[in-house]
């Protein structure tokens, strides 16, 4: 993903285009690689409920 230019004086971008975030990534690949691990993570969450859900119901 490239990463846009803003100006300089921007308070909410790194130096090098990556917007600030709360996963303290500075990088726009670290930043994808943290969202990426997030999403991972969600997606077992919701699998393992949908599961232990349709045992209940049974």
């Known amino acids: 993903m490239k990463s846009m230019r803003y100006g300089s004086n921007d308070p909410?971008?790194?130096?090098?285009?990556?917007?600030?975030?709360?996963?303290?990534?500075?990088?726009?690949?670290?930043?994808?690689?943290?969202?990426?691990?997030?999403?991972?993570l969600r997606i077992a969450f919701l699998r393992y409920y949908v599961a232990v859900a349709q045992r209940l119901s049974h």
Do not use: F, Q
Request: hydrophobic share 30%.
């Open 12 to 40: 909410y971008i790194y130096e090098n285009g990556t917007l600030k975030n709360k996963l303290e990534a500075k990088t726009v690949e670290e930043l994808e690689d943290r969202e990426r691990d997030i999403t991972a």
